[in-house]
């Protein structure tokens, strides 16, 4: 059964950081490019985030471009984003995703999400 | 950036009513269009993938279609479980996917 379990959501002042992971299983985690996806309170979804299978690309939206990180260490299973300079606005929950088999375009999988309130 | 459309943002229909829901893509995406079912306090369930391909365990009534750079999701026969936000998702930007501002099915 896949499973994607993501954790490390808090509360966090602006400006601060905070990483997130995301825990996978039931699958062979790095023959899959996996994403970030965050919805903000009452809101609709917001692709955030993509890395490759191997970590060789990664690519952003530009509402957090230059202030987060996507990485992924296969040999754990684990997605991760780091986030530096935390907004208000990036207060939401935090979905990380799978992409479908086979090139899929698609996601197939969600975790629960993990929240994350950016707030002083 | 390819920018998506979705209309309406809200409907009140009745069960056994046909709820059609559109996505208009700011340029060609092909056939990369998916639709996405949420849930309050869930995480979205994926539909419809590639325009028209029904994702397995997903009911019959739901079904996609396109039309140039129009996309319609059709639920055939509203049942009482399809009250939801429906999105819709391009992934034709290889690099940049993005969604449709949703669309919330409430009860008539």
């Known amino acids: 059964e896949v499973q994607l379990v993501e954790s490390g959501g808090v509360v966090v002042q602006p400006g601060g950081s905070l990483r997130l992971s995301c825990a996978a299983s039931?699958?062979?985690?790095?023959?899959?490019?996996m994403h970030w996806v965050r919805q903000a309170p009452g809101k609709g979804l917001e692709w955030v985030s993509l890395?490759?299978?191997?970590?060789?690309?990664?690519s952003y939206a530009d509402s957090v471009k230059g202030r987060f990180t996507i990485s992924r260490d296969n040999s754990k299973n684990s997605l991760y984003l780091q986030m530096n300079g935390l907004k208000t606005d990036d207060t939401a929950l935090y979905y990380c995703?799978?992409?479908?088999?086979?090139?899929?375009?698609?996601?197939?999988?969600w975790g629960q999400g993990t929240l994350v309130t950016v707030s002083s | 950036d390819i920018q998506m459309t979705q209309s309406p943002s809200s409907l009140s229909a009745s069960v056994g009513d046909r709820v059609t829901i559109t996505c208009r893509a700011s340029?060609?995406?092909?056939?990369?269009l998916n639709w996405y079912q949420q849930k309050p306090g869930k995480a979205p369930r994926l539909l419809i993938y590639?325009?028209?391909g029904l994702q397995s365990g997903v009911p019959s009534r739901f079904s996609g279609s396109e039309s140039g750079t129009d996309f319609t999701l059709t639920i055939r026969s509203l049942q009482p479980e399809d009250f939801a936000t429906y999105y819709c998702?391009?992934?034709?930007?290889?690099?940049?996917?993005?969604f449709g501002q949703g669309t919330k099915v409430e009860i008539k």
């Open positions: 995703a799978k992409e479908g088999p086979n090139s899929g375009f698609y996601y197939d999988y």
């Open positions: 039931g699958f062979t985690f790095d023959d899959f490019s």
């Open positions: 890395i490759t299978w191997d970590g060789g690309s990664t």
């Open positions: 340029q060609s995406i092909s056939s990369y």
């Open positions: 590639a325009a028209s």
């Open positions: 998702q391009q992934t034709y930007s290889t690099l940049t996917w993005t």
